[in-house]
């Protein structure tokens, strides 16, 4: 099933209610030190503060009345959790996470504070998809995966959408990867509205499986990728890997220190709490592995969901 600028069209009107329109900083400081004018696309203010409520409010309000009776479920330890909670408290429909057993008490108590009802299962995907399926069966609710699933890619590419009616004239949209729920939908949004504008991801050297796959032409799995980037940590999917090897011009890889460094750099003089994920994006620029001096780069920053007590500095 493809997406179109028109179903990315159509998921800003049918999120518009509930969504933040999140703003798009600049600063100067942060341009002087990566040679470029770099536009920050806000989703650490989004509501759970990440990207991932676009793309969850659209799927539960593209429901019928009678599929939204059933509820939605899914199985994810992070954002796209709370995500799904939170857009289906706003529905007043249930909302089913499968959880694994090991997830952060954090992020337990976000999605129990939502409104999800948690069923946990061993911190395997194999455990993460049987009880999924057990679930969807007894209660008859919806699946809605956290990027492989096409009403989840529109609502993403929102997000570039916005971006581009505040900043018409960028050059570059740089996005993090994981699963390319975000980076599939912006490219989408991004190359249909713009001819010419260039898509770039960052995606940590530590777990770079999208870059692997865009290298062989096919989706190689990620292999235990250990990054300080949690939110980065999946496999691209069925759905997404077709779109960002068609529109994306290339995924670069960002170091450890490098996500480090650029993420200090956005919280001390940007004034902003930024995730890791977030600062990959940044990292993009920060480490200069490719040229993109002087021009007008708008960066998605993905969420800003850090846990206070394990900071990377």
């Known amino acids: 099933m493809t997406v179109t600028i028109t179903d990315i069209q159509q998921a800003a009107q049918r999120i518009k209610p509930y969504a933040h329109r999140t703003p798009v900083l600049t600063n100067e400081s942060l341009n002087e030190k990566v040679g470029a004018e770099a536009f920050l696309k806000c989703e650490n203010f989004q509501k759970v503060g990440a990207f991932k409520f676009r793309g969850a409010c659209n799927a539960v309000y593209s429901l019928s009345a009678d599929e939204a009776a059933s509820g939605v479920c899914t199985h994810s330890s992070g954002n796209h959790a709370q995500a799904l909670a939170l857009a289906a408290k706003i529905r007043g429909i249930p909302a089913y996470i499968v959880m694994p057993n090991n997830a952060p008490s954090v992020k337990k108590n976000a999605v129990d504070g939502y409104g999800g009802l948690i069923t946990f299962c061993e911190p395997t995907l194999a455990a993460r998809e049987s009880t999924l399926d057990r679930l969807r069966l007894d209660t ?164 800003g969901n850090v846990d206070l007590e394990k900071l990377p500095w």
């Open 140 to 303: 008859g609710a919806n699946v809605v995966h956290p990027y492989n699933d096409a009403r989840v890619i529109a609502g993403q590419g929102t997000a570039a959408l916005e971006l581009l009616e505040d900043v018409p004239n960028l050059d570059v949209i740089i996005a993090p990867v994981g699963g390319g729920g975000l980076l599939s939908g912006t490219a989408i949004a991004a190359t249909e509205l713009k001819k010419g504008i260039r898509i770039i991801a960052g995606e940590p050297e530590m777990a770079d499986d999208a870059f692997r796959s865009m290298m062989a032409g096919e989706i190689i799995p990620a292999k235990s990728p250990k990054t300080i980037a949690d939110g980065l940590l999946t496999s691209l999917g069925t759905l997404t890997f077709p779109i960002i090897q068609q529109r994306v011009e290339q995924i670069v890889t960002v170091s450890e220190a490098g996500i480090i460094e650029s993420m200090k750099y956005v919280w001390e003089r940007v004034k902003i709490i930024i995730e890791p994920s977030s600062a990959v994006a940044i990292g993009v620029l920060w480490e200069k592995k490719i040229d993109l001096s002087r021009l007008k780069v708008g960066v998605i920053l993905s969420g």
